[in-house]
C-alpha cells in the first residue's frame, strides 16, 4: 500500500503565481534536500517515519472538498519538494488518482526535476527558476525543457531580492527566448521576496516592478498576497 509523507492538507486562497485568488485545497508534503537560503517553509525540510496512506489523504481531500457548496474541484501539490525521489511515485500515483476524481491538479515543482511520467498527468506546472539570493543553481537544460515541453500548462516563477536576482533572471530568460526564436509560451512570474518576521517590503516591490518596466516588461510581477493579508509568518493560508 502506498504511503506518503504528507506534512499538511488543508484549503486556502492561492496567494501567489497566475492563479492567485484561486480557492484550492493544498497537499503540502514533508521533505526536502534543495536548502534555498530565503526558503519560507523551512518546517517541511526534515524527512520524517510519519506517513499516510493514499486512500486517507484523498479522503481528507474529499472531505474538506465536500464541505463547500460548490466543491472546491482544484489541488495544489507543494512542499517541501514534492518531487523528491522519495515523494515522486506516491504523487504521480495521487495525481492520477486525484485526477480520476475530476480534479484540476497543480504541481509545485522545485526546479530540480522533470519527472515527465507525472507532468503529463498534471494540469499545470509551476517550475521555480532559483536566483541568485537562494543560494541554489537551476540547470538551464531542466528549465528550458519545461518551458518548451510543458510551457501551455507552466508558469515559471523566481523569488527576487535585489537588481542582481532581477539582472540574472531577466538574462536567462532573454537567452532563453532568443535560443528558442521567441517562440516560448509558458509565463515567467516575479515573486519579491517578503520573508518570514519581516515588515511588509513595499520598497522592493515597487523596485521590482520599476526595474520590469524599465527593461521592456518581460515578466509578470505577482506578489504573495496572503503574506500582505495574515502576515509572513502565518501557515496554511
Ligand atoms: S525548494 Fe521550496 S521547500 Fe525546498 S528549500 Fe527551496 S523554497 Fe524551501
Same mark, same amino acid.
Given at each position: 500500500m502506498t504511503r506518503l509523507g504528507v506534512h499538511s492538507i488543508y484549503r486556502a486562497t492561492e496567494g501567489e503565481g497566475v492563479f492567485v485568488g484561486t480557492p484550492q485545497i493544498f497537499v503540502r508534503f514533508q521533505g526536502c534536500t534543495i536548502g534555498c537560503i530565503n526558503c519560507d517553509s523551512k518546517e517541511t525540510w526534515e524527512f520524517t517515519d510519519k506517513t499516510s496512506s493514499i486512500e486517507d489523504v484523498i479522503a481528507e481531500v474529499e472531505e474538506i472538498a465536500g464541505q463547500?457548496?460548490?466543491?472546491?474541484?482544484?489541488?495544489?501539490?507543494?512542499?517541501?519538494?514534492?518531487l523528491h525521489p522519495q515523494h515522486a511515485g506516491g504523487v504521480e500515483e495521487l495525481a492520477g488518482k486525484l485526477k480520476q476524481l475530476g480534479y484540476f491538479i497543480?504541481?509545485?515543482?522545485?526546479?530540480?526535476?522533470?519527472?515527465?511520467?507525472?507532468?503529463?498527468?498534471?494540469?499545470?506546472?509551476?517550475?521555480?527558476? #532559483?536566483?541568485?539570493?537562494?543560494? =541554489?543553481? /537551476?540547470?538551464? $537544460?531542466?528549465? @528550458?525543457? &519545461?518551458?518548451?515541453? +510543458?510551457?501551455? #500548462?507552466?508558469?515559471?516563477?523566481? =523569488?527576487? /531580492?535585489?537588481? $542582481?536576482?532581477? @539582472?540574472? &533572471?531577466?538574462?536567462? +530568460?532573454?537567452?532563453?527566448?532568443k535560443k528558442n526564436d521567441y517562440k516560448l509560451d509558458a509565463p515567467w512570474v516575479l515573486t519579491p521576496c517578503y520573508e518570514p518576521h519581516e515588515e511588509f517590503p513595499k520598497d522592493r516591490f515597487i523596485d521590482i516592478i520599476t526595474m520590469n518596466e524599465d527593461f521592456g516588461s518581460p515578466f509578470r510581477v505577482i506578489g504573495q498576497q496572503h503574506k500582505w493579508i495574515h502576515g509572513p509568518s502565518k501557515r496554511n493560508v
Open positions: 463547500y457548496p460548490n466543491r472546491v474541484k482544484r489541488v495544489s501539490i507543494t512542499g517541501g519538494d514534492p497543480n504541481i509545485e515543482a522545485a526546479g530540480t526535476r522533470v519527472v515527465d511520467s507525472l507532468f503529463d498527468v498534471v494540469d499545470f506546472v509551476s517550475f521555480d527558476f #532559483k536566483t541568485p539570493s537562494t543560494g =541554489v543553481v /537551476t540547470n538551464l $537544460k531542466l528549465l @528550458e525543457k &519545461t518551458m518548451t515541453q +510543458y510551457g501551455k #500548462k507552466a508558469q515559471i516563477k523566481s =523569488v527576487i /531580492t535585489d537588481k $542582481k536576482d532581477f @539582472e540574472f &533572471t531577466y538574462d536567462i +530568460y532573454q537567452n532563453m527566448l
